[in-house]
């Protein structure tokens, strides 16, 4: 196997960025098909720019003969973690893999003395939570929790509004996500839409997969990303045939007091951007997270828009380890998310959402479903911060769960 680095890993006692080699940072990259891929894309530019060095990838399944690596040609290929890290001495560790591997992938790069970069959710239990942040605990090793809508200038823009009193008093936070996901989607790997698999937690959910960038970023609007909600309400539906949710309402009682909800759906019928609602008594704040787009709604004011930058966090991982800038998601910033998904693990299982109440139809081979009414539901629920059961959907009765 081809790699330029001699395997120096440095002593987990010492300060890591004294160890890291200045320029570039030998990264690899484990998990290479599916998200990893936009992974590789942006490795790319940060290795012709020169401040990493991609020193290689790690997967089971190998890139075959065909595959061009986004244009880079050849990368070595590990299946073992272990070995991976040994051969290239990566010092930061990217981990896009399915959620139930997260924990070991990440415990192995932290033994051998490499930075993470892991992907959402960090881990699908609080236990394995917890016993993520005790490895990183005096490791001097740092893990970013890869929610990209995190690195948006447009949440300190927002927060800053709110405590100017741009909106007046804060009311809550009622945020909508309705996208369209065919059974292509639950098709593409054997985890997709599980709780659970091969004895191990997965809790591959609405809330807790797709659209848990709405919920974290929720939870940072609120300034509360880093700690437990007081109590988190939490309702599971499913029109698909899987064993997880894909339509679910979600209710956190926040401890500065704000009320979050985040009401979603992958059976709508299209892909509009989700979009958060900063509900004041003078006005609102809207936030399209996946567009860093912000608008200012004030009584009597036309309202306001503006695009805001966002920062990568792959490239702000390198950038903190050279002390040039704080991270911005590290895994403690996570804790408020870690905390709905260990909701949505314990939650009985999701209730089915009837064909009844669905509109189902086959297409190019794969099924697609859409619920009746859910897009006026879900803007219903971000507008009043209602569950579901609470707005009287036909489909949705006694399913809440609370903890
Ligand atoms: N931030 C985002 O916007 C975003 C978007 C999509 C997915 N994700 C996250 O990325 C992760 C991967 O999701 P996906 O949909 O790409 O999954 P996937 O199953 O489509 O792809 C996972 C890849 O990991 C590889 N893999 C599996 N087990 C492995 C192991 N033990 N060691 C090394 N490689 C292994 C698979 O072969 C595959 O290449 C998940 O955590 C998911 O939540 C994030």
Known sequence: M???????????????????????????????????????????????????????????????????LEGHGFLPCFSDLDEALRHTGARITVVATPIHTHLPL??????HGSHLMLEKPATPSLEQFDRLTEALSGSGLVCQVGFQSLGSAAIGRARRLVAEGAVGELRGIGTAGTWKRT???????????????????????????????????????????HRAPQRTEVELYRAHPIEGDDTSSLRLHTRSG?????????????????????????GRIELSYTEDRLTLRREGQDP?????????????????????????????????????VEAVRTAPPPRPIGTEYQEVWRESGHTHRTVH???????????????????????????????
């Open 304 to 340: 306001h828009t503006e695009a805001l930058p966002r920062a990568d966090l792959m490239g702000n991982l390198v950038a903190h380890l050279r002390d040039e800038a704080p991270l911005l998601c590290p895994l403690e910033a996570t804790r408020g998310f870690a905390h709905v």
């Open 183 to 225: 059974s292509a989607y639950y098709e593409r790997a054997p985890w997709a839409g599980r709780r659970r698999m091969d004895g191990a937690d997965v809790v591959d959910g609405a809330l807790t997969n797709p659209f848990a960038h709405a919920v974290a970023t929720s939870l940072a609007l609120a300034g509360e990303g």
């Open 373 to 403: 009414g859910i897009t006026g539901l879900i803007r219903r629920s971000a507008e009043s911060l209602a569950l579901f059961s609470e707005l009287g959907a036909p489909w949705a009765r006694s399913n809440a769960s609370a903890i």
């Open 2 to 68: 081809q790699h330029g680095h001699t395997p120096q890993p440095p002593s987990p006692d010492t300060d890591p960025r004294s160890t890291l080699p200045p320029d570039p940072v030998p990264v690899l990259l484990v998990g290479v098909h599916g998200y990893g891929r936009v992974y590789l894309r942006s490795l790319l530019t940060l290795a012709h720019s020169g401040a990493i060095d991609l020193a290689g990838l790690c997967d089971p399944r190998p890139p075959g003969p065909d595959d061009d």
């Open 258 to 282: 704000t009320p979050v909800t985040v009401a979603v759906t992958l059976c709508a019928s299209g892909d509009p951007a989700p979009e958060l609602a900063v509900h004041g008594d003078a």
């Open 106 to 111: 990440a415990l192995t790069a932290l033994r």
